[in-house]
Nanobody, 130 residues
């Protein structure tokens, strides 16, 4: 599976962006997810969508602001990001896994992203600044 992420850019606080992740090659996977990593910080799980039942999960920090969705006909996963904050500034990565979404309650809770996710996109930079 090859993943190509796009849609990053610079926006002011309160603005919106939509990230896209197109999968090619062997496209079957159980879940697709978005992660982000800011300089000097660990990679953080942002959102996950299950391909089997379209269940979605979000990190507490983005609930109510971000929405993950999938268009299976286009092998594409989206992350709609609204009400962006400066702390959302990161490189955003999409990833695919043969495992289900790891969650706790309704919160996306990956324990070991690099072990749980087999395929990663190249990352797209999101900068939120006034």
């Amino acid at each position: 599976v090859q993943l190509q992420a796009s849609g990053g850019g610079s926006v002011q606080p309160g603005g919106s962006l939509r990230l896209s992740c197109v999968a090619s090659g062997r496209t079957f996977s159980s879940t697709m997810a978005w992660f982000r990593q800011a300089p000097g910080k660990e990679r953080e799980g942002v959102s996950c969508i299950s391909n089997s039942d379209t269940s979605t999960y979000y990190a507490d920090s983005v609930k109510g602001r971000f929405t993950i969705s999938a268009d299976n006909a286009k092998n594409t996963v989206y992350l709609q990001m609204n009400s962006l904050k400066p702390e959302d500034t990161s490189v955003y990565y999409c990833a695919a896994s043969m495992l289900g979404c790891m969650y706790y309650g309704d919160t996306f809770y990956p324990l070991s992203p690099t072990n749980e996710y087999d395929y990663w996109g190249q990352g797209t930079l999101v900068t939120v600044s006034s």
